[in-house]
């Protein structure tokens, strides 16, 4: 029996990336895969017949995750196409960095409205649905930076650390509904996102951690798979740190 046999599992922003490697992960253990990203373009048609080779329903949703609105129509979509959520994944994310003082205030509002709204708005919109099943794990995808801080991060790790208040909070709120609450906070992870920074930047963040390498998007996604499974079924409201030793 595979580890979520016949379970259906909703992941924001996951046409590349980590939101990708956890959608394939995930499926390769029996999920059902809903998915969102911004559009539908052929990434994301990609993605979908990816995750159908291997032998379960997948169907891809352009969805903004930073407005409730459409998260709240898209959720109902889901559940009309599905019939139920098991897990979500809080996955979509952005970076705009600068320093603080030369940082505009809609660089400030686009990332926390992407990383940390997000998790409001797709936690809000599944969590009826958890609680009338009863049972229910969701993942908020964090960052090594939302403990620690970066220099020229000011946004991205207040959305990060948000998050984890968010986490921690929710475990508690809902957690005698049989609904687990967890966070993941990655530490170099080698994507699109990461794929911005110069190639010294890169090689001096490799540098800086003990297992000598950034982390891969499946590296993320096996943790994802332990955190949404019942393999972590008395694990909650915690932070899983996925940095090759970084933060300690
Ligand atoms: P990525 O940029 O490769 O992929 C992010 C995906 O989210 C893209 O497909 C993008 O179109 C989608 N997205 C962006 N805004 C969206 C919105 N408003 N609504 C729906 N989808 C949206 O990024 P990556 O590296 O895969 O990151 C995934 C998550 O992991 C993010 O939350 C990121 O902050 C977090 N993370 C990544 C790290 C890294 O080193 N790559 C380290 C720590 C955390």
Known sequence: MKLLQDKV??????????????????AGEGANIAFTDLREDENMQAVVKEIEALGVKAKGYASNAADLNQTLETVEKIVADFGRIDVLVNNAGITKDGLLLKMSEEQWDAVINV????VFNFTKAVQPIMLKQ??????????????SGNAGQTNYSASKAGIIGFTKSVAKEIGSRNIRCNAIAPGFIITDMTGQL???VRKAWAEKIPLKRGGTPEDVANVCLFLASDLSSYVSGQVLHVCGGMNM
């Open 9 to 26: 599992a909703l992941i924001t922003g996951a046409s590349r990336g980590i939101g990708k490697a956890i959608a394939l992960r995930l």
């Open 198 to 200: 110069s190639e010294e």
């Open 134 to 147: 009863r049972s229910g794990s969701i993942v908020n995808m964090s960052s090594v930076v939302g403990v």
């Open 115 to 118: 990383n940390l709204k997000s």
